[in-house]
């Protein structure tokens, strides 16, 4: 099978260069070789390989900075992934997609299923929810996995912030009132490929295109999530005990940002169960996979 993978050096992407491998041949593209913010140019790179899956992690995920790009976020996450749809259509191959839960505007009590209508609050999560329409609209064979709060050992995210800022400060004060699944990206790439595994044994007629959420199981807020980070974080002997400031939950309106975010960004995960039998671990897991991780690059580069 020839596999086409976009954004390979993103958080979700360079989990995916690994796990993708036993299924096939993986041509992995970051920018500036395949440019996302000149979606035409994308098309003789489908056609010269002529793949029968695509897997497209690329996408514009500052979401502060989108406020500012709208644009440039438009081309990135919803123009691009429309013509990767149409190249899929031409020749039937799979798209697999990315989304978020930001396409909600979290106002719902519990947790979104993909039958909730959408209603973003920022350019971030309306390119993105542009992005779904497009290649749902395109009639190609595709899977939209919609996920949240991605972190990983390696890339920008939350929990290395998190730690970055750990090292020094006398106190923390991290939003305790927006709550969702913070989800691995390892754990991400590994979801997806058993997902392109089973495909590969299942009736087409057994599931259908569309939008799968695919989190880690669990729900906290940004405050929890860093107690958890902080915590395994000394146990395992990546920060001193000593040096861990103290944390002060705070409201969203106490730490402004450009780009307002959902109070609810939690994600029902039943249907990627029910179709493809795929349970998501805790978040908590991937927290101690993640700081695991770390402690062993910390240790590994000391001894050099
Ligand atoms: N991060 C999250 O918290 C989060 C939450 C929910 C959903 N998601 C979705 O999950 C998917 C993967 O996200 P991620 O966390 O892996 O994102 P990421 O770490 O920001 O990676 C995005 C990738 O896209 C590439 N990219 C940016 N601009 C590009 C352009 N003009 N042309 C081509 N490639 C470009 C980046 O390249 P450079 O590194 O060179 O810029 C990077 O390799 C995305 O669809 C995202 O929307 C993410």
Redesign the pocket.
């Known amino acids: 099978m020839n596999i086409l993978l976009?954004?390979?050096?993103?958080?979700?992407?360079?989990?995916l260069v690994r796990t993708l491998q036993p299924l096939g041949s993986v041509h992995a593209?970051?920018?500036?070789a395949?440019?996302?913010?000149?979606p035409e140019t994308l098309r003789q790179m489908v056609r010269g390989i002529n793949p029968q899956v695509i897997v497209?992690?690329?996408?514009?995920?500052?979401?502060d900075r989108a406020e500012d790009e709208p644009e440039?976020s438009q081309?990135?996450?919803a123009e691009?992934p429309a013509v990767l749809a149409e190249e899929a259509g031409r020749t039937n191959a799979l798209l697999v997609?990315?989304?978020?839960?930001?396409v909600f505007d979290g106002t719902k009590p519990d947790a979104y299923s993909e039958e909730d209508e959408p209603n973003p609050l920022g350019v971030?999560g309306r390119t993105?929810l542009a992005?779904e329409k497009a290649i749902a609209a395109s009639g190609c064979r595709h899977l939209i996995?919609?996920?949240?709060?991605?972190?990983?050992a390696?890339?920008?995210?939350?929990l290395k912030t998190m730690l970055r800022l750990a090292d020094g400060r006398p106190e923390l004060r991290v939003i305790d009132d927006q709550h969702g699944a913070p989800?691995g990206?390892r754990m991400?790439a590994e979801a997806t490929t058993a997902v392109l595994n089973r495909i590969s044994v299942m009736q087409e007629s057994a599931w259908n295109a569309g939008v799968y959420h695919m989190t880690c199981s669990g729900v906290t807020s940004w405050f929890g999530f860093t107690r958890t980070i902080l915590e395994e974080a000394c146990r395992l002997g990546l920060l001193k005990e000593a040096v861990v400031p103290k944390l002060i939950p705070i409201a969203t309106h106490e730490y402004p940002l450009k780009a307002a975010r959902p109070a609810n960004s939690v994600l029902s995960n039943e249907k990627l169960r029910k179709t493809f039998g795929i349970s998501m671990p805790a978040w908590d897991v991937c927290v101690r996979q993640v700081i695991d991780e770390l402690t062993l690059h910390t240790e590994q580069s000391r001894a050099e």
């Not at 976009?6 to 989990?15: A, D, H, L, T």
């Not at 997609?97 to 930001?102: F, I, R």
């Open positions: 976009f954004g390979s050096g993103g958080q979700v992407g360079w989990e593209y970051d920018f500036p395949a440019d996302f913010s000149r497209n992690a690329a996408a514009h995920t500052a979401v440039l081309l990135i996450n691009s997609h990315y989304s978020t839960d930001y971030y993105k992005g996995f919609r996920t949240s709060w991605v972190f990983g390696r890339g920008q995210n939350f989800t990206s991400l």
